[in-house]
């Protein structure tokens, strides 16, 4: 038994197991960092070149988590149809890609085209971001409106690794009152999904 202990604490260690991972509440009013990170389209972006006029959602995903298969589908959704809102989705991917190459930037390039993202998908090499934002886990969404302030850090709806059928859209809900009030909901329930695979000298 102890070296089973031992073996799963190593592995733990190592992010070798899926463990499912929630952000805290959401911190009403805290301010958006800047960035400066390559995308899929071969360009560079800053925050400042991608944040919508209304509202800003920058989600931190990546290419091999159950939990955000399970959503993309619906989050390409909600991005388009938040677009006409003025609130402009951002995805950032900061996943150690030497330890799970399906993170890699090649890979996210072709998940990118594959599946017609309508938003930028952005290469994190370095972590600096994510640490930055603390972000969590894949996805974890930020949702800002027009001033750059924290409304929302909430889940996209209640499917976690499998699709819940005529789930409540409770990102795109959340965000279309933020286009219109400057204000998120107070009742807010976390999102959940995998860690963020950290480098390990990191």
Known sequence: MLAILKRFAHNLAQ???TMAAIPPVCNFGE?????????????TYRLADLKGVKGTVIVFMCNH???VKAV????????????????????ISSNDAGSYPEDSFDHMRRWAEEKAFPFKYLYDDSQAVARTYDAVCTPDF???NADLELQYRGRLDESKTS???????ELYEAMKQVAETGRGPAEQTPSMGCSIKWKHAA
């Not at 993309?72 to 995805?91: F, K, S, Y």
């Not at 699709?163 to 859209?169: D, E, F, K, T």
């Open 15 to 17: 992010g070798k197991l």
């Open 31 to 43: 301010p958006a960092h800047e960035f400066s990170l390559p995308a899929t389209d071969g360009k």
């Open 65 to 67: 988590c159950p939990y």
């Open 72 to 91: 993309i589908d619906r989050l390409i959704r909600d991005a388009n149809d938040l677009q006409p809102l003025g609130v402009n989705v951002i995805a």
């Open 142 to 144: 930020f949702g800002y």
């Open 163 to 169: 699709i819940v059928p005529n789930a409540r859209r």
